[in-house]
Protein backbone atom coordinates (compact mmCIF):
# COMPACT_ATOMS: atom_id res chain seq x y z
CA UNK A 1 0.00 0.00 0.00
CA UNK A 2 1.58 3.28 -1.14
CA UNK A 3 1.79 6.37 1.71
CA UNK A 4 -0.69 8.12 0.18
CA UNK A 5 -3.28 5.07 0.91
CA UNK A 6 -2.01 4.68 3.63
CA UNK A 7 -2.70 8.38 4.99
CA UNK A 8 -5.90 7.95 3.22
CA UNK A 9 -6.85 4.92 5.23
CA UNK A 10 -5.72 6.50 8.80
CA UNK A 11 -7.79 9.49 8.48
CA UNK A 12 -10.95 7.60 7.75
CA UNK A 13 -10.74 5.78 11.15
CA UNK A 14 -12.09 8.08 14.20
CA UNK A 15 -9.32 10.39 14.75
CA UNK A 16 -7.81 11.74 18.32
CA UNK A 17 -8.74 15.48 18.53
CA UNK A 18 -6.19 17.74 16.37
CA UNK A 19 -2.93 17.92 17.73
CA UNK A 20 -1.37 21.34 18.62
CA UNK A 21 1.86 20.46 17.23
CA UNK A 22 2.99 17.07 14.56
CA UNK A 23 6.32 16.04 15.18
CA UNK A 24 8.24 13.50 12.62
CA UNK A 25 10.97 11.45 15.45
CA UNK A 26 13.78 9.74 13.71
CA UNK A 27 14.53 5.90 15.26
CA UNK A 28 17.75 4.08 15.36
CA UNK A 29 17.12 2.52 11.93
CA UNK A 30 16.44 6.11 10.34
CA UNK A 31 12.43 5.16 10.92
CA UNK A 32 10.61 8.67 11.16
CA UNK A 33 7.84 7.83 13.91
CA UNK A 34 4.53 10.24 13.41
CA UNK A 35 4.25 11.55 16.97
CA UNK A 36 1.58 14.14 17.82
CA UNK A 37 1.56 16.42 21.09
CA UNK A 38 -1.31 18.17 22.71
CA UNK A 39 -1.84 20.54 25.52
CA UNK A 40 0.02 23.17 27.59
CA UNK A 41 3.85 22.83 27.12
CA UNK A 42 4.43 23.07 30.54
CA UNK A 43 2.07 20.72 32.12
CA UNK A 44 3.01 17.49 33.64
CA UNK A 45 3.89 14.67 30.78
CA UNK A 46 2.20 11.94 29.19
CA UNK A 47 3.38 9.66 27.03
CA UNK A 48 0.58 7.52 25.06
CA UNK A 49 1.92 4.46 23.39
CA UNK A 50 -0.87 2.25 21.48
CA UNK A 51 -1.55 -1.40 20.45
CA UNK A 52 -1.36 -3.66 17.25
CA UNK A 53 -3.72 -2.22 14.67
CA UNK A 54 -3.96 0.31 16.41
CA UNK A 55 -3.15 4.24 15.81
CA UNK A 56 -3.27 7.58 18.02
CA UNK A 57 -7.18 7.54 17.42
CA UNK A 58 -7.33 4.53 20.29
CA UNK A 59 -6.26 7.19 22.97
CA UNK A 60 -8.83 9.71 21.61
CA UNK A 61 -10.92 9.59 24.91
CA UNK A 62 -7.68 9.74 27.03
CA UNK A 63 -6.45 12.92 25.26
CA UNK A 64 -9.66 14.52 25.41
CA UNK A 65 -10.09 14.26 29.15
CA UNK A 66 -5.76 14.91 30.02
CA UNK A 67 -4.58 17.51 27.08
CA UNK A 68 -6.91 20.09 28.79
CA UNK A 69 -4.11 20.19 31.84
CA UNK A 70 -1.42 17.88 30.38
CA UNK A 71 1.16 17.44 27.69
CA UNK A 72 -0.19 14.63 26.02
CA UNK A 73 2.37 12.52 23.47
CA UNK A 74 0.91 10.00 21.37
CA UNK A 75 2.61 8.70 18.08
CA UNK A 76 1.84 5.96 15.78
CA UNK A 77 4.01 2.99 15.69
CA UNK A 78 6.08 1.78 12.97
CA UNK A 79 3.92 0.75 10.29
CA UNK A 80 0.88 2.07 12.15
CA UNK A 81 -1.51 5.37 11.60
CA UNK A 82 0.98 8.01 9.80
CA UNK A 83 4.03 6.33 10.90
CA UNK A 84 5.55 4.36 7.50
CA UNK A 85 6.50 1.05 7.12
CA UNK A 86 9.59 0.06 9.12
CA UNK A 87 12.79 1.18 7.74
CA UNK A 88 16.13 -1.51 8.09
CA UNK A 89 15.52 -2.49 11.10
CA UNK A 90 11.89 -4.58 10.21
CA UNK A 91 9.78 -5.06 13.31
CA UNK A 92 10.61 -6.62 16.37
CA UNK A 93 10.49 -5.77 20.02
CA UNK A 94 13.82 -4.05 19.91
CA UNK A 95 12.71 -1.84 16.97
CA UNK A 96 9.35 -0.87 19.27
CA UNK A 97 12.48 -0.28 22.00
CA UNK A 98 13.88 1.99 19.60
CA UNK A 99 11.36 3.54 18.64
CA UNK A 100 10.11 4.60 21.85
CA UNK A 101 13.33 5.84 22.70
CA UNK A 102 13.73 8.61 19.78
CA UNK A 103 9.56 10.19 20.76
CA UNK A 104 11.26 10.85 24.39
CA UNK A 105 14.17 12.11 23.27
CA UNK A 106 11.82 14.47 20.65
CA UNK A 107 9.14 15.63 23.06
CA UNK A 108 10.73 15.63 25.95
CA UNK A 109 13.79 17.70 27.39
CA UNK A 110 16.76 15.84 29.42
CA UNK A 111 15.63 14.43 32.27
CA UNK A 112 12.21 15.10 32.24
CA UNK A 113 10.12 12.78 33.79
CA UNK A 114 6.57 11.54 32.31
CA UNK A 115 4.03 9.13 32.96
CA UNK A 116 4.18 6.50 30.12
CA UNK A 117 0.89 4.08 29.62
CA UNK A 118 0.83 1.29 26.88
CA UNK A 119 -2.09 -0.59 25.75
CA UNK A 120 -1.61 -4.20 24.28
CA UNK A 121 1.64 -3.81 22.14
CA UNK A 122 2.18 -0.67 23.60
CA UNK A 123 2.88 -2.12 27.24
CA UNK A 124 4.72 -4.60 25.63
CA UNK A 125 7.27 -1.35 24.03
CA UNK A 126 7.41 -0.38 27.64
CA UNK A 127 8.73 -3.79 28.46
CA UNK A 128 10.97 -3.69 25.88
CA UNK A 129 12.49 -0.75 26.22
CA UNK A 130 12.18 -1.10 30.26
CA UNK A 131 16.18 -0.86 30.97
CA UNK A 132 16.78 1.70 27.90
CA UNK A 133 18.89 4.74 28.42
CA UNK A 134 15.68 6.44 28.06
CA UNK A 135 12.87 5.03 29.57
CA UNK A 136 15.16 4.88 32.69
CA UNK A 137 15.83 9.31 32.18
CA UNK A 138 12.18 10.19 31.45
CA UNK A 139 10.15 7.51 33.20
CA UNK A 140 7.75 8.50 36.36
CA UNK A 141 5.58 5.90 36.17
CA UNK A 142 3.69 3.66 33.92
CA UNK A 143 0.80 1.94 33.22
CA UNK A 144 0.05 -1.46 31.66
CA UNK A 145 -3.26 -2.00 30.07
CA UNK A 146 -4.21 -5.40 28.77
CA UNK A 147 -0.70 -6.42 27.81
CA UNK A 148 1.57 -9.38 28.07
CA UNK A 149 4.41 -10.25 28.33
CA UNK A 150 5.11 -13.79 27.38
CA UNK A 151 2.87 -17.22 25.93
CA UNK A 152 0.55 -14.97 24.02
CA UNK A 153 -0.43 -17.92 21.45
CA UNK A 154 -0.84 -20.19 24.50
CA UNK A 155 -3.13 -18.57 26.56
CA UNK A 156 -5.17 -16.90 24.03
CA UNK A 157 -8.61 -17.50 24.30
CA UNK A 158 -9.85 -16.40 20.90
CA UNK A 159 -10.11 -19.60 19.41
CA UNK A 160 -12.92 -21.02 21.18
CA UNK A 161 -11.04 -24.91 21.85
CA UNK A 162 -9.46 -26.21 24.91
CA UNK A 163 -5.95 -25.42 25.60
CA UNK A 164 -3.68 -27.39 23.69
CA UNK A 165 -1.55 -27.92 20.65
CA UNK A 166 -4.52 -27.58 18.24
CA UNK A 167 -5.64 -24.11 19.63
CA UNK A 168 -2.24 -22.59 19.80
CA UNK A 169 -1.17 -23.37 16.18
CA UNK A 170 -4.84 -21.54 15.64
CA UNK A 171 -4.17 -18.89 17.30
CA UNK A 172 -0.75 -18.58 15.47
CA UNK A 173 -2.59 -18.27 12.01
CA UNK A 174 -4.86 -15.93 13.50
CA UNK A 175 -2.53 -13.52 14.63
CA UNK A 176 -0.17 -14.16 11.39
CA UNK A 177 -2.79 -14.17 9.08
CA UNK A 178 -2.37 -12.49 5.33
CA UNK A 179 -5.99 -12.23 4.38
CA UNK A 180 -6.84 -8.21 4.20
CA UNK A 181 -9.77 -7.18 6.48
CA UNK A 182 -11.58 -5.44 4.17
CA UNK A 183 -14.41 -3.08 4.60
CA UNK A 184 -16.26 -2.40 8.33
CA UNK A 185 -19.65 -4.59 7.96
CA UNK A 186 -21.90 -5.97 10.37
CA UNK A 187 -20.32 -9.16 10.32
CA UNK A 188 -16.75 -7.66 11.01
CA UNK A 189 -18.04 -5.74 13.94
CA UNK A 190 -19.21 -8.65 15.66
CA UNK A 191 -16.26 -10.66 14.90
CA UNK A 192 -13.94 -7.79 16.19
CA UNK A 193 -16.17 -7.38 19.02
CA UNK A 194 -16.20 -11.17 20.13
CA UNK A 195 -12.19 -11.25 19.75
CA UNK A 196 -11.40 -8.22 21.55
CA UNK A 197 -14.43 -6.73 23.18
CA UNK A 198 -16.43 -7.34 26.44
CA UNK A 199 -20.16 -8.64 25.30
CA UNK A 200 -21.93 -5.30 27.06
CA UNK A 201 -19.40 -2.91 25.02
CA UNK A 202 -21.55 0.10 23.40
CA UNK A 203 -22.43 0.14 19.54
CA UNK A 204 -20.25 3.01 19.23
CA UNK A 205 -17.17 1.76 20.92
CA UNK A 206 -17.15 -1.35 18.76
CA UNK A 207 -17.77 1.09 15.73
CA UNK A 208 -14.55 2.60 16.70
CA UNK A 209 -12.21 -0.02 17.83
CA UNK A 210 -13.36 -1.62 14.12
CA UNK A 211 -12.34 1.50 11.79
CA UNK A 212 -9.36 2.18 13.50
CA UNK A 213 -8.24 -1.71 13.22
CA UNK A 214 -9.03 -1.81 9.79
CA UNK A 215 -7.10 1.08 8.96
CA UNK A 216 -4.37 -0.78 9.87
CA UNK A 217 -1.78 -1.87 7.04
CA UNK A 218 -1.89 -5.42 6.09
CA UNK A 219 1.93 -5.48 5.55
CA UNK A 220 2.30 -4.41 9.50
CA UNK A 221 -0.51 -6.18 10.79
CA UNK A 222 1.03 -9.40 9.35
CA UNK A 223 4.94 -8.57 10.36
CA UNK A 224 3.77 -7.45 13.99
CA UNK A 225 1.76 -10.92 14.46
CA UNK A 226 4.61 -12.73 13.66
CA UNK A 227 6.72 -10.87 16.51
CA UNK A 228 3.85 -11.00 18.67
CA UNK A 229 3.13 -14.98 18.43
CA UNK A 230 6.79 -15.60 19.78
CA UNK A 231 6.93 -13.01 22.24
CA UNK A 232 9.56 -12.78 25.23
CA UNK A 233 9.68 -9.77 27.24
CA UNK A 234 9.91 -11.82 31.23
CA UNK A 235 13.27 -10.33 31.29
CA UNK A 236 11.78 -6.70 30.44
CA UNK A 237 9.13 -7.09 32.96
CA UNK A 238 11.57 -7.72 35.85
CA UNK A 239 13.88 -4.76 34.32
CA UNK A 240 10.51 -2.45 34.87
CA UNK A 241 11.90 -0.49 37.57
CA UNK A 242 9.76 2.58 37.53
CA UNK A 243 6.78 2.61 39.64
CA UNK A 244 4.05 0.72 37.49
CA UNK A 245 0.12 0.36 38.21
CA UNK A 246 -1.40 -2.99 35.46
CA UNK A 247 -5.19 -2.92 34.37
CA UNK A 248 -6.71 -5.66 32.31
CA UNK A 249 -10.41 -6.57 31.84
CA UNK A 250 -11.79 -9.92 32.90
CA UNK A 251 -13.24 -10.88 29.50
CA UNK A 252 -10.44 -10.35 27.56
CA UNK A 253 -9.61 -12.69 25.21
CA UNK A 254 -6.45 -11.99 23.40
CA UNK A 255 -4.16 -10.93 26.30
CA UNK A 256 -6.55 -12.82 29.04
CA UNK A 257 -5.97 -11.59 32.88
CA UNK A 258 -3.59 -14.75 33.37
CA UNK A 259 -0.96 -12.48 32.14
CA UNK A 260 -1.79 -9.18 33.76
CA UNK A 261 -1.51 -11.26 37.27
CA UNK A 262 2.01 -12.58 35.94
CA UNK A 263 3.36 -9.21 35.30
CA UNK A 264 1.92 -7.64 38.16
CA UNK A 265 3.58 -10.67 40.62
CA UNK A 266 6.60 -10.22 38.66
CA UNK A 267 6.89 -6.28 38.88
CA UNK A 268 9.78 -4.81 41.28
CA UNK A 269 7.43 -1.96 41.57
CA UNK A 270 4.02 -2.83 41.26
CA UNK A 271 1.60 -0.63 42.22
CA UNK A 272 -1.67 -3.42 42.02
CA UNK A 273 -3.30 -4.88 39.74
CA UNK A 274 -7.16 -3.73 38.69
CA UNK A 275 -9.22 -6.21 37.32
CA UNK A 276 -12.14 -4.47 35.44
CA UNK A 277 -15.32 -6.88 34.81
CA UNK A 278 -16.26 -7.73 31.84
CA UNK A 279 -14.33 -5.17 29.81
CA UNK A 280 -12.58 -6.99 26.85
CA UNK A 281 -9.30 -6.28 25.50
CA UNK A 282 -10.18 -2.37 24.35
CA UNK A 283 -9.71 -1.09 27.76
CA UNK A 284 -8.89 2.46 26.48
CA UNK A 285 -12.07 2.43 24.79
CA UNK A 286 -13.97 0.19 26.70
CA UNK A 287 -13.54 1.59 29.95
CA UNK A 288 -11.86 5.39 29.53
CA UNK A 289 -12.36 6.60 32.47
CA UNK A 290 -10.79 3.91 34.50
CA UNK A 291 -7.47 4.31 31.96
CA UNK A 292 -7.91 7.87 32.21
CA UNK A 293 -7.64 8.32 36.35
CA UNK A 294 -4.91 5.81 36.60
CA UNK A 295 -3.14 7.94 34.48
CA UNK A 296 -4.10 10.81 36.03
CA UNK A 297 -3.15 9.34 39.62
CA UNK A 298 0.26 8.29 38.40
CA UNK A 299 0.95 11.63 37.58
CA UNK A 300 0.09 13.32 40.74
CA UNK A 301 1.53 11.00 42.67
CA UNK A 302 5.26 10.73 40.31
CA UNK A 303 5.36 13.96 38.08
CA UNK A 304 6.91 16.65 39.40
CA UNK A 305 5.83 19.72 37.67
CA UNK A 306 8.68 22.11 36.78
CA UNK A 307 8.11 24.22 34.59
CA UNK A 308 10.51 22.15 32.28
CA UNK A 309 9.13 22.49 28.53
CA UNK A 310 9.71 19.63 26.07
CA UNK A 311 12.11 19.62 23.71
CA UNK A 312 10.34 19.57 20.48
CA UNK A 313 13.51 18.97 18.43
CA UNK A 314 11.85 18.44 14.87
CA UNK A 315 8.76 19.71 14.55
CA UNK A 316 7.14 19.05 10.66
CA UNK A 317 4.32 21.09 8.88
Not at 107 to 113: I, N
Request: aromatic content about 2%.
Amino acid sequence: MSRLLRRDAARQAPAAPVPDRVLSAVSADGSRIHVELHGPEDAPAVVLAHGWTCSTGFWAAQIRDLAADHRVIAYDQRGHGLTPAAGPGGYSTHALADDLEAVLAATLAPGRKAVLAGHSMGGMTLMAASRRPGLREHAAAVLLCSTGSSRLVDEALVVPLRAGALRTRMTRAVLGARAPLGPVTPVSKRILKYGTMGAGSAPERVEACSRIVHACPRRARVAWGHVLADLDLDAGVRGLRVPTAVITGTADRLTPPVHARAIAAALPRCLGLTELTGMGHMTPVEAPEAVTAGIRELVVRYVEVDGAGTADKEEVA
